[in-house]
């Protein structure tokens, strides 16, 4: 067995790692940073060597880059906020959880003893009064159930077991009295209903739950993926909550230092008086930076310096516009110049050349979201008042919101009243249109639109529609081998010495008829139904290439080469066809060389029309 070899020298070419080596360098650069200092009125926390510094960058799928120390532990702190809400969301529900804590921002410090009293409730779960009124809502009969709920949570965001720091949970506990002033304000406005000491207890822990950048990285990584964690799979937020984290964390994250934040990096994000910050980049990265030093309004000063670059560098403002509406169409064709793989005879291809601008195919891609839709109703519109038929090829849409879905069953809605047929190929059952698919599926027979597996089957659709609505020559089954255009130009003699070694075949649906790498022996002209052509791509799976109906013939490389067969034929339905050995023919044709002669001719001319044409379709499709 071959060795597999590596793709270069590990020695002589240094590992390609640009994101690692963007963040190295930002680091050195950030770690120059030397103004604020570690909190300390946590005291166990002002023991902190001030030095440390590490950034963590996390991708969606389970990448994570990182610098400097990312692997040191420190205590979460205020970042366990967005988290405990996204829990209580999630377990109680949206509108649940608004009783008990707003989503205005304060402006005003995180340990501010402000309380919305028009509301009765804390202004919002970021700042301390809000995070101690949903501390509350956390599951679980006892203080010990309620801490290892409180523990699994974390433990899941990270996708490892977390532990916490019992010296800086008791530091906290002893020194905490303003937050003890603020439980017990919120108990006597009824905010909260529990032993305010109980519910401080379950607080303290959650900011005292032990993290590494790299945690919370992955930890922002779980909301940039809609609540999934993207090293475990593990769903941790129904998405829908995820917006709602992001967007408290988006206006009141940073304290009242969120609107200037917000103006300069851009991302939702939260910060803890350990020094860490982490930010949210939806869809794509959860960033993480642990510094200790802080500054007046309590963030890690190189934290924000670290997000502010990061920002800048690659434009990740969530403001900044990256949806290129202008290529939702990648294509457009008509069925004069493609055609489906289907193999048609000379009558039907002029037919098809004659009538196949009435078929035009509008390949999609991109994402679908209103803007984007709306374009492709536009060029719907245009079309349904120039085409017969509209298939609308989804293969390349990777993502369609509801926005996107409610517009194109509106346009199929309206299409259904005119003259013009929509078809849709590729909505597969596990893609972005799946709800698409299965709303169509249950209307039946008076189902809006026709959906096809692909564009390819679509199209031949369109084709038998076209052919089936014109007359032509030609057209219908073939039953004499005198109409069938191999044998053009035989003689009647010759017909008739063909006829005698011409064995009638009958496939039933699903039948191999001929099977790759078998002997090539036999060729076969179909009289009557239609015969796929299948190739092996990728592993076992099968691809249909081709579909042969009446008058054409397939198998017929036996003729000219006598080697294997190179593709499966497998009937699409009864067939019946006309059978020929190989071997027969030319015997019959050593004393009669015409037939060869006029039959190999026949063959050449039908395979350098179809060159031609795939010619024609290939400039076409550029
Ligand atoms: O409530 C406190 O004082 C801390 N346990 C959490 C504070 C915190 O991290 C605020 N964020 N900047």
């Not at 909190?39 to 991708?59: M, N, Q």
């Not at 702190?77 to 209580?88: C, D, H, I, N, W």
């Not at 009289?527 to 017929?556: C, M, N």
Request: aromatic residues 8%; proline residues 4%.
């Amino acid at each position: 067995m071959d060795a597999v070899r590596p793709v270069r020298d590990a020695k002589a070419a240094p590992a390609l790692a640009p994101v690692e080596d963007y963040l190295a360098e930002l680091h050195e650069r950030v770690a120059g940073l030397t103004a604020g200092k570690p909190a300390d009125y946590i005291p166990e926390l002002g023991k902190v060597d001030p030095s440390l510094f590490g950034i963590a960058l996390a991708t969606i799928d389970g990448e994570v880059y990182a610098a400097g120390d990312a692997n040191h532990p420190f205590t979460i702190q205020s970042v366990s906020k967005p988290f405990m809400y996204g829990y209580a969301l999630d377990y109680y529900g949206r509108e649940a959880v608004l009783k008990h804590v707003g989503v205005e921002p304060t402006g005003e410090a995180f340990n501010s003893i402000v309380l919305d009293e028009v509301a009765n409730r804390p202004f919002n779960p970021m700042v301390n009064a809000g995070a101690i009124a949903v501390a509350e809502l956390m599951d679980g009969a006892s203080q010990e159930k309620r801490t290892a709920n409180m523990l699994a949570l974390f433990s899941s965001l990270a996708g490892r077991q977390l532990d916490i720091d019992e010296a800086v949970f008791l530091s906290e506990q002893s020194t905490g009295h303003r937050n003890r002033a603020i439980a017990y304000m919120m108990l006597n406005t009824g905010m909260i209903k529990r032993d305010p000491n109980h519910v401080l207890d379950l607080y303290f822990r959650q900011c005292s739950v032990n993290v590494t950048a790299r945690d919370l990285a992955v930890m922002a990584a779980t909301l940039a993926n809609d609540g999934a964690n993207p090293i475990t799979g593990e769903t941790v937020f129904e998405a829908q909550y995820v917006r709602d984290i992001l967007t408290v964390m988006n206006s009141c994250g940073m304290y009242d230092y969120a609107g200037q934040w917000s103006y300069e990096v851009g991302m939702p994000a939260k910060s803890g008086v350990s020094g860490c910050i982490i930010a949210v980049i939806p869809g794509q990265i959860g960033l993480a930076v642990f510094s200790p030093p802080i500054d007046a309004i309590g963030n890690s000063v190189r934290g924000i310096r670290v997000c502010q670059e990061i920002s800048n560098e690659f434009e990740l403002h969530a403001f900044n516009n990256r949806t290129n509406v202008k290529s939702v169409i990648r294509r457009l064709y008509r069925g004069d110049v493609v055609r489906s793989n289907r193999l048609r005879t000379p009558e039907e291809r002029k037919v098809l050349t004659r009538e196949g601008q009435k078929i035009a195919v509008l390949e999609v891609q991109g994402a679908l979201f209103f803007g984007s839709t709306e374009q492709l109703l536009r060029k719907l519109t245009q079309l349904a008042s120039e085409a017969r038929y509209v298939i609308v090829d989804f293969k390349r849409v990777h993502f369609a919101d509801a926005s996107g879905r409610k517009l194109i069953t509106r346009a199929a809605r309206s299409m259904a009243e005119g003259e013009t047929e929509l078809v849709f190929a590729s909505i597969a059952d596990d893609g972005p249109l799946a709800p698409l698919a299965r709303e169509f599926a249950e209307h039946g027979d008076e189902r809006l639109v026709r959906v096809f597996s692909n564009a390819d089957a679509a199209l031949e659709w369109c084709e038998d529609q076209l052919l089936a609505h014109s007359t032509y020559d030609g057209a219908g089954p073939k039953f004499a081998l005198t109409q069938l255009d191999l044998f053009k130009g035989l003689k009647p003699e010759e017909y008739r010495l063909v006829e005698s070694i011409v064995r009638p075949l009958i496939f039933e649906k699903g039948e191999v008829i001929i099977r790759e790498g078998a002997d090539a022996k036999l060729f076969f002209v179909v009289a009557r139904g239609t015969v796929s052509v299948q190739i092996r791509v990728q592993g076992d799976r099968k691809k249909r290439v081709a579909s042969i109906g009446p008058g054409l013939s397939f198998g017929e490389m036996a003729l000219l080469d006598g080697g294997k067969r190179s593709a499966d034929i497998i009937a699409d339905e009864r067939v019946i066809c006309y059978g020929l050995a190989v071997e027969q023919l030319q015997e019959l044709a050593a004393e009669h060389p015409n037939i060869m002669i006029t039959i190999l001719g026949n063959l050449t001319r039908e395979f350098s029309e179809r060159l031609r044409h795939a010619n024609d379709e290939i400039s076409a499709l550029e």
